[in-house]
């Protein structure tokens, strides 16, 4: 793992990061291709940070022991947004690489939607909106068991549309959670459109400082910034939760999607995307 004590990396290391990203972007399209009812635009977004967290040194994990007691822990609120992760765990030998041939496909693990079922995911994330609430439980869990388990929970933009999230905004400040991580996949657009239009997330930051949260903002599309405050926030202990929004654009990487306000229900034609993983070798 990239992980050193300061928590700062060579320039080897970057650029290992980087074509990481760059291989998990093209295995997303490719998954795609294969199962067309993914949501592509949703997964592309946060490609940088789930390299981050699986590649970067951040997360502890055991893929031959998913569930062990040591592991800190990754709660995926916005699991339709997170195809881009059957790659990322495939590669770490969650599970065997041939499974990425059956995506959505009758008797495969790996759907539309994630759930438990998948080595390296914690929870059922198809109701969004929940992932704080349950990332808030178990690092308060951790807390009491003395553990040096941290708890991450990434979730989109447009889910914190709903009010369970405040709750655990407030329930986290309340009881000091400081191993307990928010990552948001700031991409500004969710089903209906433009979050703005719908409930204007302006001033993002000071709304969860004023909530008791610590909170930095990076690009969400510079990996090893991304690392880099992701580490941060690991080694800090100052009786707050802590939260980093990532800005993203949805559907990052394909100029038909990038911007588009129904960009979440969108499919790409399989000619389309054998064009774009040529022009991206």
């Known amino acids: 793992m990239m992980n050193t004590e300061d928590g700062l990396m060579t320039s ?3 650029s290992t990061l980087q074509k990481k990203a760059k291989w998990v972007w093209r295995e997303t399209l490719k998954v795609h291709r294969r199962a067309p009812e993914t949501r592509l635009a949703s997964s592309l977004s946060p490609v940088e940070i789930f390299v981050a967290l699986y590649y970067g ?4 994990y055991d893929p031959q022991n998913p569930q062990s007691q040591a592991r800190d822990r990754c709660i995926i609120s916005k699991g339709h947004g997170s195809i881009c992760m059957y790659p990322i765990l495939a590669d770490l030998g ?4 041939a499974e990425l041939e059956k995506v959505c496909e009758a008797g495969s693990f790996l759907g ?8 390296g995911y914690e929870t059922v994330n198809g109701s969004l909106g929940h992932g704080m609430g349950v990332g808030a439980g178990m690092a308060l869990g951790l807390k009491g068991k003395k553990s040096d388990c ?3 929970v990434v979730t989109g933009d447009g889910e914190l549309h709903e009010g369970a999230n405040w709750e655990a905004f407030m329930f986290a400040s309340h009881h000091r959670l400081d191993n307990l991580h928010l990552i948001i996949d700031d991409n500004q657009i969710s089903m ?4 703005d239009n719908i409930v204007s997330h302006d001033s993002l930051s000071d709304r969860l400082q004023s909530f008791g949260w610590d909170c930095a903002e990076v690009d969400g599309h510079d990996v090893v910034a991304v690392r880099e405050a992701l580490m941060r926030m690991k080694i800090q202990s100052m009786g707050k939760p802590k939260a980093l929004i990532a800005r993203t654009k949805k559907g990052h990487g394909v100029p038909s999607l990038e911007g588009a306000e129904l960009s979440h229900v969108m499919s790409l034609k399989p000619e389309l995307i054998d064009s774009l993983l040529e022009a991206n070798p």
């Open 94 to 97: 969650f599970f065997p690489v």
């Open 150 to 152: 941290n708890v991450f």
């Open 112 to 119: 539309g939607i994630p759930d438990p079922i998948i080595p």
């Open 12 to 14: 080897s290391d970057s």
């Open 57 to 60: 040194g951040v997360l502890r």
């Open 192 to 195: 209906l459109g433009s979050t």
